[in-house]
Each structure stands twice: as structure tokens, then as C-alpha cells.
């Protein structure tokens, strides 16, 4: 299976990010921000947000001088005796704190062997998640999370992956000619979020973005009642946005 390559602003930052905890964590003593921005070549605009989103995450910490010194989530992972286990909780922990700055269900997904699967999510009493009412597996053209999945492969494996799965129609809104799926899927730019506005299921609103680590093709996508529709376009920049430390928990 061939991957387009189209690098996202959240890849780019995760790249950035692991750089500059590389150079960290080989200073035991701390570096200063204008060391750091030496050694990794990043302009201040870019470094710092990447700072303030490493000191939410406990990737760093900012000692009394201004130096920054490896953080506890990053000494916790190092020293963690089942290391599978210390990131996945890391992981929701993050998706926790996605879930509450959206106010919305979020999932994370992975394409994997041909098929997708929904591998972590977060919810909550007032964000609840989408009712499966038909497999993942089989509902790709209909969902978010299956158009942005499909969206990083190549057209060889979309069309496998069509050809597998019919194209049911899941309610009226949903696209079932596979042609008019294939154009969308290439029209769709990488840095924006696929939507998905009851196509899977009436009344559920979904959205999703990117978060592809190294070779497995993987999506985060975060899901609304048709009530919230209205915070629906905001609600997906702001996943956008905040991708990268999701991805970094994938990535670290």
C-alpha cells in the first residue's frame, strides 16, 4: 500500500517536537529557548508554541533560570517497566483533554491490514460517542474517519478497499457512487478536516484529520450531536489544531 505524501502542519510539528526533546533530553542540565532554537533551526514563532504545547503535555518542564529540563510524562515513559502500557495512558489522557477543550466525543483510528479499526476514544456523560449502528469496517464511504482513512491512501488501495465493502446508503445523505466518492477524496486538502454531515448516522455530525506515524495511515476524529452542528466547523479547526500531541503520543 502506497502513501501520498502530504506532510500536515500537525506532522510537521511532531517532527519538530521530537527533535527538540532529543536536544533536551541529551542536556540533562537544561537548554535555553535561544539555545534551543539554535540547535533545532526553528524560528521563534515556531518554537515557541511547540514549547507551550511539550510543557502542557509534561514533555518538558521550565526550571527558576528558563531552562528547559526533561518534563515527567517524558521520565515517566523512559523509565515506565511496561513502556506499551505508560503511553497508551498517556495517550488517553491526552484524548481526555481533547474531549473537554471540545466539548465532544474524540476517537482515534488506525487503517490497519486493509481495514479500518478505532483503536482509542474519549467520552463522557455529556459527550457521548456515536452509535455504531453499522460497523466501521463496512461504512468508510459514509464516516469521517473511514473518508479521512481512505483520503491517505493511494488509488490503488481505495479501490480495493471499495471493492470489498459496498457502498451502502446509510441515510440520504450518504454518497454511494463510487466515482463521485474517488473525485471528493482526491479534491479533499490534507490540512483541512473531512466532515461528515449525517452521512453515517441521522442525527451525528462528525469530523476528522490526519494523524499518520510512520508507515500506518491513522485518523482523529471527534463526533456531535446535530443539535451542536453550529460548533461543528470550529470544533474541527480547533482538532486540527491540537492534533500534534495526539500524534506525538503515536510518534514518541
Known sequence: MALPHHPTDAHQSVQHALRILEIVSRRGTGVGEADLARQSGLRP?????????????GYVEQVTDGAYVTGASLTRL????????????????TLGGLRDTLGAAVYVSRYVDGEIRVTDFADG???????E????????HASAVGKSLLGQLDL????????????????????????????????????VPVLDLQE??????????????????????????????????AAAETLNRRAAPVLLSLAI
Not at 125 to 131: A, I, R
Not at 157 to 172: E, F, G, Q, V, W
Request: aromatic residues 2%.
Open 45 to 57: 514563532a515556531e518554537l515557541t508554541p511547540l514549547l507551550r504545547m511539550l510543557r502542557r503535555e
Open 156 to 191: 490503488d488501495a481505495r479501490r480495493d478497499h471499495l471493492s470489498r465493502h459496498k457502498m451502502a446508503r446509510l441515510t440520504s445523505r450518504t454518497i454511494t457512487n463510487e466515482r463521485v466518492l474517488l473525485n471528493n477524496l482526491d479534491a479533499q486538502a490534507p490540512t
Open 125 to 131: 456523560p455529556g459527550t457521548p460517542k456515536v452509535n
Open 78 to 93: 523512559g523509565s515506565a517497566h511496561d513502556r506499551a502500557q505508560a503511553l497508551r495512558e498517556k495517550l488517553r489522557h
Open 133 to 140: 449502528w453499522v460497523d466501521f469496517r463496512v461504512s468508510a
Open 200 to 233: 453515517y448516522a441521522v442525527g451525528t455530525v462528525c469530523a476528522a484529520v490526519p494523524i499518520t506515524a510512520g508507515a500506518t495511515v491513522g485518523s482523529l476524529a471527534l463526533s456531535l450531536p446535530v443539535a451542536d452542528a453550529h460548533r461543528l466547523r
